[in-house]
């Protein structure tokens, strides 16, 4: 190829790249694209933060605290005194704190979340290099070299630009950007505490689990109170990845009925499952007094490669009237991954219980894990942060079924299918229901 050519394809190349908006994380969860984003941070004489990260996933992994202790000792020596031969550029505080923490350790004592704060801090700063990386050589001619194999790679790496698009990347805040990250644990490594999503089925262990985390008041701390709702999050971690768990229980003006069908209708999923995109009902089974119904739906979030759950969802009626609604991620051969999009995992459940005539209270829980590379403790501090958009969309989409005389709908992706199943098997004990007035405030 000669001078011009070369010249005319760099242009043609250039101009595509620019077409593409590419998250940070999309680059670093593709292995080719991660080493191409090596090569450049070490031809930058900048490569020690992605060393430092990558040291961090091996180190989250680790079970025994003898491993972990002698890795975290490593790892200080490597990336965190200042000769090292690795010294990454963190504030003198941080720096501090893991000395501090690790002199307190020893081979029976290491924690998973020693590095959590310098792991937030290094991800942000290598997030700054994206823009240069995109810009450089080496990234087109990587870009040039996938396209050989695959001539709609940068459509699997990012998403096409808009005017819209262009405007959120430069008004953009980090939390805005990282807005649900997590871990790069895989979901059977993630969930064996739970349950095997492999195994897919409904059984009385599923809405236990449940109900256990409602009713330990030991396991949650308070992150938010307020007279209609409060939010908590697990005092210790689960999984490999050190993720928490989040509960929710709000005070809502309606009867349990009113808000079970705002939930299950199909009309209301997108004001309510904020982000959540493309819903389908893709497998329906029965399973004894049980039935469940397996839903796929999609993850869209700016700047962000795009996620897919692959949920079980189930639901029965009390007899005292409650609604419980559980859900949990399985691994289905009907639905693969697919390419361009990250798998993630849910499991967690709703139960919604009357309180008086006017009155109903929903309690939710929620394990999540949107995969990839990025800080645990960041999402564990998203989930802190929960606002109260989630509230607001169940009471409007209340409001609005009242205010045109809706009843039970009519589409709900078979989780009502799922509860008139289990009717028929009212003549089976009834599993305990936490106390109405459980993790509220002594008004309700």
Request: some cysteine; overall charge neutral; aromatic content about 10%.
């Amino acid at each position: 190829m000669n001078q011009p050519q070369l010249a005319k394809k760099r242009t043609e190349l250039v101009k595509l790249v620019s077409q593409y908006e590419v998250p940070f994380e999309n680059i670093v969860d593709d292995k080719k694209a991660r080493t191409c984003f090596h090569e450049y941070l070490k031809a930058n004489l900048n490569e020690e933060p992605l060393l430092f990260m990558t040291e961090l996933d091996h180190y989250v992994t680790l079970i025994g605290t003898k491993a972990r202790y002698k890795s975290a000792t490593k790892i200080v020596e490597d990336y965190l005194q200042a000769n090292s031969k690795h010294a990454i550029n963190v504030s003198n505080s941080l720096r501090q704190d893991a000395y501090d923490v690790l002199a307190k350790s020893d081979e029976s004592n290491c924690p998973k979340d020693m590095f959590d704060e310098i792991r937030l801090s290094v991800y942000l700063d290598l997030k700054q290099c994206l823009p240069g990386f995109l810009d450089s050589d080496t990234f087109r001619t990587h870009v040039l070299e996938e396209m050989k194999v695959d001539s709609d790679y940068m459509g699997s790496v990012g998403s096409p630009k808009t005017d819209s698009s262009v405007d959120e990347l430069s008004a953009a805040t980090d939390s805005e950007v990282t807005e649900t990250l997590s871990s790069t644990s895989q979901m059977p490594e993630n969930t064996d505490l739970f349950y095997n999503p492999k195994v897919v089925n409904v059984n009385d262990a599923d809405f236990d689990r449940i109900l256990d985390d409602m009713s330990n008041e030991h396991m949650w701390r308070n992150v938010h109170s307020s007279s209609k709702r409060s939010v908590y999050v697990s005092k210790e971690t689960f999984g490999k990845r050190g993720l928490k768990k989040m509960m929710e229980t709000a005070i809502y003006p309606f009867s349990p009925s009113e808000i079970f069908y705002a939930l299950t209708d199909e009309r209301y999923f997108d004001s309510i499952e904020r982000g959540m995109k493309d819903p389908q009902c893709i497998h329906y089974q029965k399973f004894q007094q049980y039935a469940g119904t397996v839903i796929h739906k999609k993850l869209k979030k700016p700047l962000l490669q795009v996620r897919d759950f692959v949920v079980l969802k189930s639901c029965r009626r009390e007899k005292d009237g409650s609604y419980f609604i559980m859900k949990k991620s399985v691994e289905l051969d009907l639905k693969p991954e697919m390419k361009g999009c990250t798998r993630a995992l849910a499991c967690g459940g709703y139960l919604i219980q009357k309180i008086d005539e006017r009155s109903s209270r929903l309690t939710l829980t929620a394990y999540v894990d949107f995969s990839g590379w990025t800080p645990s403790s960041l999402f564990n501090q998203l989930s802190a942060w929960r606002d109260d958009s989630y509230y607001k969309a169940v009471t409007s989409a209340c409001k609005e079924r009242r205010k045109l005389g809706l009843d039970e709908p009519g589409r709900s992706y078979s989780v009502l299918d799922t509860m008139k199943h289990y009717e028929k098997f009212w003549t089976a004990p009834t599993t305990r229901v936490p106390p109405q007035t459980f993790f509220f405030s002594s008004d309700h």
